[in-house]
């Protein structure tokens, strides 16, 4: 059985740091087309960065370019996202994803229970 | 960025009938539209990509249709399942965007 488990998450303050990882199981992260997408509570969702099955190409939105890094470790089979500057507008669920629709590699939808991030003084 | 919008914000209906919701984008997105289902404390379920193709393991009474800007999605026959929020979302090009969804009540 294929599985996303997502940590890493908790309150933090504004300005600071926190640091997602999500790990697969069943499958190869490496792969793998792979997203973060987030949930404000109550609210709609967002895909907040993605990166590509070949692990060069990033993406992200505006609102988070320049403060959060998506990346991969191949060897631990995780995934992570740094989130740095944390404002209260992130404050979400975050979703890990291995979205069928984001490349032709992905082979089956794939997505973590989410976790947590509270930004808030 | 593609503005997505979805209509009706929320659909009364009961088991056995028939629900029909609708997604529109703000610019042609061709056939790069997925449907979504999501329940509380749950994480999105892909119904539909491709705008008209089935995910594995998803059941014949789910049907989507449309392209290029205006897409719907079907439900023929409502089971109790079925009572959940509903989101578009275009994979046409970065940012894929979420629709604000429909629920189902």
Known sequence: EVQLLESGGGLVQPGGSLRLSCTASGFSLSRNAMSWVRQAPGKGLEWVSALGSGGDSTYYIDSVKGRFTISRDNSKNTLSLQMNSLRAEDTALYFCASPFIQSPANKFDCWGQGILVTVSS | ?105
């Not at chain 2, 703000?26 to 193709?53: D, E, F, M």
């Not at chain 2, 205006?70 to 994979?91: G, K, M, N, P, R």
Request: proline residues 8%.
């Open chain 2, 1 to 105: 960025e593609i503005v997505m919008t979805q209509s009706p914000a929320t659909l009364s209906v009961s088991p056995g009938e028939r629900a029909t919701l609708s997604c529109r984008t703000s610019q042609s997105v061709n056939s790069n539209l997925a449907w979504y289902q999501q329940k509380p404390g749950q994480p999105p379920r892909l119904l539909i990509h491709g705008a008209s193709t089935r995910a594995t393991g998803i059941p014949a009474r789910f049907s989507g249709s449309g392209s290029g800007t205006e897409f719907t999605l079907t439900i023929s026959s409502l089971q109790s399942e079925d009572f959940a929020v509903y989101y578009c979302q275009h994979y046409n090009n970065w940012p894929y965007t979420f629709g604000p969804g429909t629920r189902l009540e």
